[in-house]
Protein backbone atom coordinates (compact mmCIF):
# COMPACT_ATOMS: atom_id res chain seq x y z
CA UNK A 1 0.00 0.00 0.00
CA UNK A 2 2.87 2.48 1.10
CA UNK A 3 4.87 1.52 -2.23
CA UNK A 4 1.66 2.41 -4.13
CA UNK A 5 0.75 5.55 -2.94
CA UNK A 6 4.83 6.68 -3.51
CA UNK A 7 4.06 5.54 -7.07
CA UNK A 8 0.92 7.41 -7.67
CA UNK A 9 2.27 10.40 -6.39
CA UNK A 10 5.38 10.79 -8.57
CA UNK A 11 2.88 9.94 -11.73
CA UNK A 12 0.63 12.88 -10.49
CA UNK A 13 3.62 14.96 -10.00
CA UNK A 14 5.20 14.37 -13.27
CA UNK A 15 1.98 13.97 -15.18
CA UNK A 16 -0.34 16.31 -13.86
CA UNK A 17 -1.31 19.37 -15.69
CA UNK A 18 -2.12 18.37 -19.17
CA UNK A 19 1.49 18.60 -19.79
CA UNK A 20 4.28 15.75 -20.83
CA UNK A 21 7.66 14.89 -18.45
CA UNK A 22 10.29 16.49 -20.19
CA UNK A 23 13.12 14.90 -21.63
CA UNK A 24 16.23 14.46 -19.51
CA UNK A 25 19.36 14.35 -20.76
CA UNK A 26 23.08 14.60 -19.14
CA UNK A 27 24.23 13.08 -15.75
CA UNK A 28 21.50 12.22 -13.59
CA UNK A 29 21.05 14.33 -10.57
CA UNK A 30 19.55 12.79 -7.85
CA UNK A 31 18.12 14.31 -4.73
CA UNK A 32 20.53 13.88 -1.76
CA UNK A 33 18.95 11.13 -0.55
CA UNK A 34 18.95 8.93 -3.15
CA UNK A 35 22.37 6.97 -3.26
CA UNK A 36 22.20 6.67 0.61
CA UNK A 37 22.34 3.62 2.28
CA UNK A 38 23.29 1.54 5.25
CA UNK A 39 21.77 4.01 7.78
CA UNK A 40 19.31 1.71 9.85
CA UNK A 41 20.22 -2.04 11.19
CA UNK A 42 17.41 -4.34 11.71
CA UNK A 43 16.18 -5.36 15.10
CA UNK A 44 17.26 -9.18 15.57
CA UNK A 45 14.83 -9.15 18.23
CA UNK A 46 12.08 -9.29 15.46
CA UNK A 47 13.02 -11.50 13.24
CA UNK A 48 12.46 -15.46 13.40
CA UNK A 49 14.64 -17.26 10.49
CA UNK A 50 12.83 -20.38 8.43
CA UNK A 51 14.93 -22.66 10.09
CA UNK A 52 13.36 -21.74 13.69
CA UNK A 53 9.52 -21.59 12.28
CA UNK A 54 10.34 -24.60 11.01
CA UNK A 55 11.46 -26.63 14.31
CA UNK A 56 8.70 -25.13 16.29
CA UNK A 57 5.84 -26.06 13.98
CA UNK A 58 7.80 -29.88 13.68
CA UNK A 59 7.69 -29.34 17.53
CA UNK A 60 4.03 -29.18 17.39
CA UNK A 61 4.35 -25.22 18.62
CA UNK A 62 0.71 -23.71 17.46
CA UNK A 63 2.06 -20.66 15.53
CA UNK A 64 -0.44 -18.61 13.49
CA UNK A 65 1.65 -17.42 10.13
CA UNK A 66 -0.10 -13.88 9.27
CA UNK A 67 0.38 -12.68 5.34
CA UNK A 68 0.01 -8.99 5.13
CA UNK A 69 -0.15 -8.87 1.83
CA UNK A 70 -3.60 -7.88 -0.08
CA UNK A 71 -5.89 -10.13 -1.05
CA UNK A 72 -5.50 -10.44 -4.61
CA UNK A 73 -2.36 -11.10 -4.04
CA UNK A 74 -3.16 -13.92 -1.05
CA UNK A 75 -5.58 -15.91 -3.14
CA UNK A 76 -2.84 -16.24 -6.15
CA UNK A 77 -0.55 -18.15 -3.35
CA UNK A 78 0.06 -18.25 -0.10
CA UNK A 79 1.09 -20.68 2.49
CA UNK A 80 -1.09 -23.73 3.63
CA UNK A 81 -3.11 -22.58 6.50
CA UNK A 82 -1.61 -19.43 6.71
CA UNK A 83 -4.55 -16.48 7.10
CA UNK A 84 -4.80 -13.02 5.61
CA UNK A 85 -5.01 -9.79 8.27
CA UNK A 86 -3.94 -6.17 6.48
CA UNK A 87 -0.81 -5.35 8.91
CA UNK A 88 -2.93 -2.54 10.50
CA UNK A 89 -5.75 -4.34 11.75
CA UNK A 90 -3.74 -7.21 13.56
CA UNK A 91 -3.92 -5.15 16.61
CA UNK A 92 -8.02 -4.83 16.43
CA UNK A 93 -7.86 -8.57 16.31
CA UNK A 94 -7.52 -8.68 20.16
CA UNK A 95 -7.80 -12.93 19.92
CA UNK A 96 -4.54 -12.84 18.62
CA UNK A 97 -2.79 -11.97 22.05
CA UNK A 98 -2.86 -15.58 23.41
CA UNK A 99 -1.20 -16.70 20.33
CA UNK A 100 1.97 -16.56 18.27
CA UNK A 101 2.26 -14.92 15.57
CA UNK A 102 4.49 -14.52 12.31
CA UNK A 103 3.92 -11.91 9.77
CA UNK A 104 5.07 -12.78 6.30
CA UNK A 105 5.07 -10.57 3.27
CA UNK A 106 7.10 -10.87 0.06
CA UNK A 107 10.57 -11.00 2.07
CA UNK A 108 11.53 -7.69 0.72
CA UNK A 109 9.70 -4.66 2.88
CA UNK A 110 11.01 -4.26 6.23
CA UNK A 111 10.60 -0.50 7.31
CA UNK A 112 6.93 -0.93 7.69
CA UNK A 113 6.67 -4.42 9.48
CA UNK A 114 9.33 -3.00 11.95
CA UNK A 115 7.25 -0.14 13.19
CA UNK A 116 4.25 -1.87 13.00
CA UNK A 117 5.53 -5.38 15.02
CA UNK A 118 7.36 -3.32 17.72
CA UNK A 119 3.67 -1.36 18.31
CA UNK A 120 2.39 -4.68 18.65
CA UNK A 121 4.54 -5.74 20.96
CA UNK A 122 3.85 -2.76 23.03
CA UNK A 123 0.09 -3.72 23.74
CA UNK A 124 0.72 -6.97 24.54
CA UNK A 125 1.02 -9.17 21.18
CA UNK A 126 3.23 -12.43 20.81
CA UNK A 127 4.70 -11.14 16.69
CA UNK A 128 7.98 -11.94 14.83
CA UNK A 129 8.54 -11.29 11.27
CA UNK A 130 9.87 -14.12 8.77
CA UNK A 131 13.35 -13.41 7.84
CA UNK A 132 13.08 -13.73 3.85
CA UNK A 133 9.32 -13.63 3.76
CA UNK A 134 7.52 -15.69 1.42
CA UNK A 135 10.74 -15.89 -1.07
CA UNK A 136 13.02 -17.62 1.20
CA UNK A 137 10.02 -20.58 1.85
CA UNK A 138 9.65 -21.14 -1.58
CA UNK A 139 13.37 -21.16 -2.15
CA UNK A 140 13.46 -23.95 0.35
CA UNK A 141 11.27 -25.65 -0.51
CA UNK A 142 8.13 -24.85 1.42
CA UNK A 143 4.64 -25.53 -0.08
CA UNK A 144 2.82 -22.96 -1.40
CA UNK A 145 -0.77 -23.24 -2.67
CA UNK A 146 -2.25 -21.34 -5.83
CA UNK A 147 -1.02 -20.24 -9.08
CA UNK A 148 2.95 -21.17 -9.59
CA UNK A 149 3.88 -19.31 -12.14
CA UNK A 150 3.10 -16.22 -10.17
CA UNK A 151 5.36 -17.48 -7.60
CA UNK A 152 8.41 -17.51 -9.60
CA UNK A 153 8.13 -13.72 -9.70
CA UNK A 154 8.45 -13.51 -5.99
CA UNK A 155 12.51 -13.16 -6.10
CA UNK A 156 11.72 -10.24 -8.12
CA UNK A 157 11.99 -6.71 -6.33
CA UNK A 158 10.43 -3.02 -7.97
CA UNK A 159 12.97 0.20 -8.23
CA UNK A 160 10.45 1.76 -5.79
CA UNK A 161 10.20 -1.38 -3.05
CA UNK A 162 14.09 -1.15 -2.88
CA UNK A 163 14.28 2.37 -2.98
CA UNK A 164 12.04 2.02 0.02
CA UNK A 165 14.17 -0.06 1.93
CA UNK A 166 17.92 0.75 0.74
CA UNK A 167 18.43 2.39 4.17
CA UNK A 168 18.56 -0.80 5.78
CA UNK A 169 22.22 -2.41 6.08
CA UNK A 170 20.95 -5.68 5.94
CA UNK A 171 21.34 -5.46 1.48
CA UNK A 172 24.50 -7.36 0.23
CA UNK A 173 23.97 -5.78 -3.17
CA UNK A 174 25.84 -7.82 -6.02
CA UNK A 175 26.76 -6.66 -9.42
CA UNK A 176 26.51 -9.55 -12.02
CA UNK A 177 27.67 -7.60 -15.00
CA UNK A 178 30.51 -8.99 -17.18
CA UNK A 179 32.17 -5.86 -16.42
CA UNK A 180 31.51 -3.44 -13.44
CA UNK A 181 28.38 -1.26 -13.80
CA UNK A 182 30.42 2.56 -13.28
CA UNK A 183 27.01 3.93 -12.16
CA UNK A 184 26.09 1.31 -9.92
CA UNK A 185 28.21 2.64 -7.17
CA UNK A 186 26.69 6.21 -7.24
CA UNK A 187 23.30 4.82 -7.21
CA UNK A 188 22.97 1.66 -4.89
CA UNK A 189 25.19 1.33 -2.08
CA UNK A 190 28.32 -0.66 -1.48
CA UNK A 191 28.24 -2.70 -4.19
CA UNK A 192 30.16 -5.80 -5.08
CA UNK A 193 30.94 -6.83 -8.73
CA UNK A 194 30.99 -10.86 -9.18
CA UNK A 195 30.69 -11.85 -12.96
CA UNK A 196 28.83 -14.82 -12.63
CA UNK A 197 29.00 -16.10 -16.38
CA UNK A 198 32.80 -15.74 -16.93
CA UNK A 199 33.73 -18.09 -14.28
CA UNK A 200 30.38 -19.67 -12.30
CA UNK A 201 32.13 -22.39 -9.90
CA UNK A 202 34.46 -19.25 -8.94
CA UNK A 203 31.60 -16.43 -8.97
CA UNK A 204 29.87 -19.41 -6.55
CA UNK A 205 32.29 -19.08 -4.23
CA UNK A 206 33.54 -15.61 -4.14
CA UNK A 207 29.65 -14.76 -3.36
CA UNK A 208 29.29 -17.35 -0.55
CA UNK A 209 32.85 -15.98 0.94
CA UNK A 210 31.35 -12.38 0.67
CA UNK A 211 28.45 -13.39 1.99
CA UNK A 212 30.07 -14.95 5.16
CA UNK A 213 32.01 -11.85 5.21
CA UNK A 214 29.41 -9.37 5.35
CA UNK A 215 27.50 -11.69 8.06
CA UNK A 216 30.58 -11.40 10.34
CA UNK A 217 31.17 -8.03 9.88
CA UNK A 218 27.82 -6.95 10.71
CA UNK A 219 27.16 -9.33 13.16
CA UNK A 220 24.12 -10.92 11.74
CA UNK A 221 22.58 -13.60 9.52
CA UNK A 222 19.87 -11.38 9.13
CA UNK A 223 20.10 -10.24 5.48
CA UNK A 224 19.26 -9.92 2.13
CA UNK A 225 20.80 -10.13 -1.23
CA UNK A 226 20.30 -7.64 -4.20
CA UNK A 227 21.24 -9.13 -7.47
CA UNK A 228 21.70 -6.99 -10.68
CA UNK A 229 22.78 -6.31 -13.93
CA UNK A 230 22.43 -3.44 -16.57
CA UNK A 231 19.04 -4.27 -18.18
CA UNK A 232 17.51 -7.13 -15.86
CA UNK A 233 17.80 -9.56 -18.70
CA UNK A 234 18.62 -13.44 -17.92
CA UNK A 235 18.20 -13.37 -14.11
CA UNK A 236 17.34 -17.42 -14.92
CA UNK A 237 20.86 -18.39 -15.40
CA UNK A 238 21.68 -16.69 -12.55
CA UNK A 239 19.59 -18.00 -10.49
CA UNK A 240 19.96 -21.39 -11.03
CA UNK A 241 23.33 -21.11 -10.08
CA UNK A 242 23.18 -19.14 -7.13
CA UNK A 243 20.53 -22.12 -5.80
CA UNK A 244 23.39 -24.52 -5.96
CA UNK A 245 24.54 -22.06 -2.77
CA UNK A 246 23.05 -22.24 0.72
CA UNK A 247 22.98 -18.19 0.32
CA UNK A 248 19.39 -17.47 1.11
CA UNK A 249 16.73 -14.11 0.59
CA UNK A 250 18.01 -13.50 -2.86
CA UNK A 251 16.35 -11.06 -4.71
CA UNK A 252 16.73 -9.38 -8.49
CA UNK A 253 16.39 -5.86 -9.09
CA UNK A 254 13.11 -5.31 -12.05
CA UNK A 255 14.77 -3.74 -15.08
CA UNK A 256 18.45 -3.66 -13.71
CA UNK A 257 20.16 -0.65 -12.91
CA UNK A 258 18.53 0.56 -16.06
CA UNK A 259 15.03 0.32 -14.50
CA UNK A 260 16.31 2.15 -11.13
CA UNK A 261 18.15 4.84 -12.90
CA UNK A 262 14.72 5.98 -14.76
CA UNK A 263 12.62 5.34 -10.89
CA UNK A 264 15.28 7.96 -9.86
CA UNK A 265 15.60 10.36 -12.34
CA UNK A 266 11.57 10.29 -12.42
CA UNK A 267 11.87 10.88 -8.49
CA UNK A 268 13.99 14.01 -9.04
CA UNK A 269 12.15 15.58 -11.65
CA UNK A 270 8.79 14.88 -9.51
CA UNK A 271 10.84 17.40 -7.07
CA UNK A 272 11.75 20.07 -9.06
CA UNK A 273 9.57 23.08 -9.82
CA UNK A 274 6.57 22.30 -12.28
CA UNK A 275 8.19 24.42 -14.85
CA UNK A 276 11.06 22.48 -14.90
CA UNK A 277 9.52 19.40 -15.23
CA UNK A 278 6.48 20.25 -17.75
CA UNK A 279 6.71 20.95 -21.10
CA UNK A 280 3.89 22.00 -23.46
CA UNK A 281 2.41 19.77 -26.08
CA UNK A 282 0.43 21.82 -27.97
CA UNK A 283 0.96 25.62 -28.88
CA UNK A 284 -1.51 28.26 -28.81
CA UNK A 285 -3.29 28.80 -31.89
CA UNK A 286 -4.42 32.24 -30.89
CA UNK A 287 -0.82 33.96 -30.40
CA UNK A 288 1.68 31.19 -31.71
CA UNK A 289 3.21 29.96 -28.56
Request: with cysteine.
Amino acid sequence: MIRTFIIMVIIISLFGGGGQLAAASGPLQTPSDVAAGGLKKRDPSLMISLDALLQMLDNGREIVIVDIRDRAEFNRFRIPGSINVPLHFIKTKLFFKTKSLVLVDEGYAYSQLEKECHNLKKVGFTVAILNGGLNCWRRHQGPLQGDRLAQRSLNIIPPSAFFQEKEYDHWLVIDVSESPLVEASRLLYDVFHIPFLNDSEKAIGRLSKIVATVAKQRKTHFFSVLIFNQDGEGYDRFEKLIEKTDVKNVFYLQGGLKEYRRFLQNLTLSQKPKNKRIKSLRKCKTCGR
